[in-house]
Each structure stands twice: as C-alpha cells, then as structure tokens.
C-alpha cells in the first residue's frame, strides 16, 4: 500500500508520492520533466518543455468559465537534497522514503521536498480533476529555483495570456506574501600551498546543529557550522600547534550549515589530552550560547592515526583562519520599514578544500539593490586583498509590493469566507521567483502562499497533512470564484 494511499486530499498527495520517488534536487531535473511531460501527454494537455527543462502546461477553461481571464499556476521541481549524517542514500538516483507522523508527512533521515514538490502536487490535481470549475489555466514549473531561481531567469513566457499568478512556494498557512528579497550568490575561492609534514591526525567535528532554510530562518541565531569550526581552530591555535590537513562542510549556499570538518595534524600524541580538554572547554562555551536555538550543539574529536599528509603552509593556514573568523555571515540590517524583517543577510553555506583551493559559497540577500552588491563588493574586496577572488552569479531582482492587487484581495477574501479567520499580508527575506516572473510579463499580479511547513531545507522538514487539505480547498474555491 502507497504510503499517501488514505490521505486527503488523495490526489494532490498521491501525486506529491509519485514526485517524491523521482530524484528531483537542483540541476538533477532531466526525469521530474520528462515527468511533468507525461503527464500533460497522457491527459491531452498541451505543454511545452524547453531546453532547460522548464515545462509549462495549458488547460482550457471549464464550461461556463470560457470567457474568464487566464490564471497561471507556478512552483519550482527542484528540492534542495539534505541528509542525517547515518543515512544512505543517493540523491542522484533514489526516491525518498515517506513516512505519517500523526499529521506530518516527512521523510526519513532527508529533506522532503514539500518545497516545492507540495505545487506540483496542487497543480497536477487540478489540471487531473475535469469537475473543477477555473478559468483558463497556465501551470509554470521551473527548474533549478534553489540554487539561484535559474529556472525562471531563463524561461520564456511571452506566450502566457495570464496576469495573474499563484506562486505556491510559501510555507505558512493563512500567510500571503506580497514582496520579497532579491539575491545573489557568490562563490569566493582562495589559493592555498602546502608542504609536507608528519604527526598524529585528529579530525574536528561540529554537529547537532539545527540548520534551517538561508531566507526564512537566519534571523533566528541558529549556529553556523562552518563560522563556528573557524572559531573552534583559532581558539586551538592559540593554545596547541596544529596544521591543517582538510577542511568541508554545509551542502547548499541557501541552508544553514548543520555540521562541519576539519583533519589536523599535531607533531606528537603528546598534545592529545590537551587538545582534548580544550574540545571540551569550547564546547561547553558553545553549549551555553546555543542553548535555545541549537541545544544539540557538539564538538567531537576522534584520532585518525599517524602518518605523512600534504598540510596547508602557515601562510595559506594564516589566511585561510583569518577568513573564517572575519569574513561577515547572518543578519547585517533589519527593515527600517517593516517591523521584525531583515532585509540585508548573507550565509555561507558550503565549504569545500581541494588541494590547491579553499571554496566558499555564499547566498545573499537584500531586499534594498545597493546594499545587495555592496555586500557582494565586500565578499569580493576580502577575497581579492587576500590573493583569490569572489565570482558572483544567480543574481535575481526584488519583488516589490504593490498597494493595488485585485488578486490579492480575491485570494484573501476566499481564506477569510472559508476558514472565518483574517489572513496576514506579510513580506519575507527569502528570495522568490515572483520577481523575475514580473519583469517578464507587464502588470503582473502575483501572491505567494502555501500549506504549512516545517523545517525546510533540512532532514527535519515536515508537511502538515490538515493544512495541505485546507490549501487545497482555498485553491478550488478561488478558481471557482474567478469566472471574470
């Protein structure tokens, strides 16, 4: 038996089940749109699927609704794919395994891709369900949204008769979002030399972190991990020689690092109670600070044995610590405007040592243009001083409020009739394709809304069952009352 087999509403879930078992992460999006292709076929829908993979998909209207304006229906296929550092799995290839937890669908030890696979699901259900009255429907599906909305960047919409747009990318129920940050992404690169050294290889974990999703959660002081092991080997320089062997952590720029690495070299095992007990002192430090945001935060020590390995030179050790503790990460202005919103942030979400390079990825975001690239400029300035360099790309605009939206007032005037509760109007930090979609199609108006869910962007992400049926009845009703 299908796990979704006796949820509700039984299409839209049972569609997210049949999207959840296609390996569908960013740039790995080849079989969700053969998928998405299939479907419009098997149905007599017309589609087109460009050299991207975008797909856009049409349906005529319903009887009665011939006449009525095109709504479109838009949402990303790709997932951002994180995991429990015990689970197997290939992202690559394999589906994810689903699992009911009371009234959350979630996935074990991985992402579940309610974002945005929950869109999908809505959409297919729609397109699939000839008793629903709607207007004309145009189902935008863009790729790679998570890794730099690169999807909507390149897609051409200038066939779309639609102007009014249903973003189903949000995750909080009875939310409507009206504005967003736009971003950037910047990849900064430093040459590192090495020389060869022998001694006793130690490697440095910090793990237990929450994480959470770059845009939604970084206000909320979650530790870095990635920040915090820069702050780890600088106390230890201090107290113990060391040189550094390797160094990697985070998966995704956008997701909070949640676990982070490096391997040491000491000259003897001398050292080792030392290094030990400073372990130790600093993680109780970090348990202290991180006790309401990270309480699972650990810093773990585990001797690798002796032998020879290719160290990092002082000179490339120096920068390589310098940057770690000065290169600027999280919060850096909150709105003057709209009260509790950031508005400038940045995260540094992957760290990766090659031989000869240390890579760092950041996600930036800004909902002010100029604080944006001067953030990205500060990246670059850092980078350049030091001997390596920053290249920015992913660049995507802000989507900005607009005081007139006949949607807007539509779609929240159906929540307020049906569920008898006054929706909220809110903007958010985090980067949403209602941005580039506007300055491709003149007077566009756009809403971005959702069902709830929880800890997206890491393994703990949970999809409220209860929540997606309201959605979902909030969603035929709107199509129902738009015949105009």
């Not at 009234?103 to 959409?123: H, M, P, Q, V």
Request: aromatic fraction near 6%; glycine fraction near 8%.
């Amino acid at each position: 038996m299908k796990i979704c087999e006796q949820l509700e509403p039984q299409k839209v879930f049972s569609f997210f089940e049949e999207i959840c078992q296609i390996p569908h992460g960013s740039r790995n999006t080849k079989e969700i749109s053969d998928y998405c292709v299939a479907f419009a076929k098997s149905r007599g829908l017309k589609y087109i699927q460009d050299e991207n993979n975008n797909v856009i998909i049409f349906k005529d209207a319903s009887p009665g609704y011939e006449n009525a304006k095109p709504v479109i229906i838009q949402g990303h296929m790709d997932m951002v794919c994180e995991k429990e550092p015990d689970v197997e799995i290939d992202f690559e290839k394999d589906g994810l395994m689903l699992y009911v937890d009371g009234d959350f669908l979630k996935a074990r030890g991985t992402t579940l891709g309610g974002d945005d696979g929950i869109a999908l699901s809505y959409a297919f259900a729609i397109l699939d369900d000839d008793s629903l009255c709607h207007p004309p429907l145009e189902v935008v599906i863009t790729v790679d949204e998570e890794i730099g909305m690169l999807g909507a960047e390149a897609i051409d919409i200038s066939m779309l008769k639609g102007k009014k747009l249903l973003n189903i990318d949000s995750e909080e129920e009875g939310i409507f979002l009206t504005s967003c940050a736009g971003g950037l992404q910047a990849d900064c690169r430093l040459p590192v030399s090495r020389i060869e050294a022998e001694g006793i290889c130690y490697e440095i974990q910090v793990t237990g972190l929450q994480g959470g999703h770059s845009g939604v959660e970084i206000h909320k002081e979650r530790g870095n991990a990635i920040v915090l092991l820069g702050r780890v080997l600088d106390s230890l320089s201090s107290e113990i020689p060391f040189a550094i062997d390797h160094l990697e952590g985070g998966l995704k720029d956008n997701a909070i690092p949640r676990e982070t690495k490096a391997v040491i070299l000491l000259e003897s095992d001398e050292l080792e109670a030392k290094l030990a007990q400073q372990i130790s002192k600093l993680e109780q430090e970090l348990k202290k600070e991180f006790q309401t945001s990270d309480p699972e935060i650990a810093l773990l020590c585990k001797k690798l044995g002796q032998g020879k390995k290719s160290v990092l030179h002082r000179s490339s050790a120096v920068k390589t610590l310098f940057l770690l503790r000065t290169m600027p990460n999280g919060v850096q202005h909150m709105s003057m405007d709209v009260e509790g919103l950031v508005e400038t942030s940045l995260n540094v979400g992957i760290m990766k040592m090659s031989q000869d390079m240390l890579l760092l990825c950041f996600s930036v975001r800004s909902s002010v243009t100029s604080r944006k690239y001067e953030l990205a400029n500060r990246l670059k300035f850092l980078f350049e001083f030091l001997g390596g360099e920053a290249v920015i790309g992913g660049d995507y605009p802000a989507w900005e409020y607009h005081a007139n939206s006949p949607l807007r007032e539509l779609i929240t005037g159906t929540y307020r009739d049906l569920f008898g509760k006054e929706p909220k109007i809110e903007a958010i930090h985090a980067g949403l394709e209602c941005g580039i979609l506007s300055g491709k199609i003149s007077e566009l108006d756009c809403i971005s809304f959702g069902p709830d869910i929880f800890d997206i962007h890491t393994p703990k992400e949970r999809l409220s069952i209860s929540s997606t049926e309201r959605v979902w009845k909030l969603l035929v009703e709107f199509l129902k009352r738009s015949n105009e």
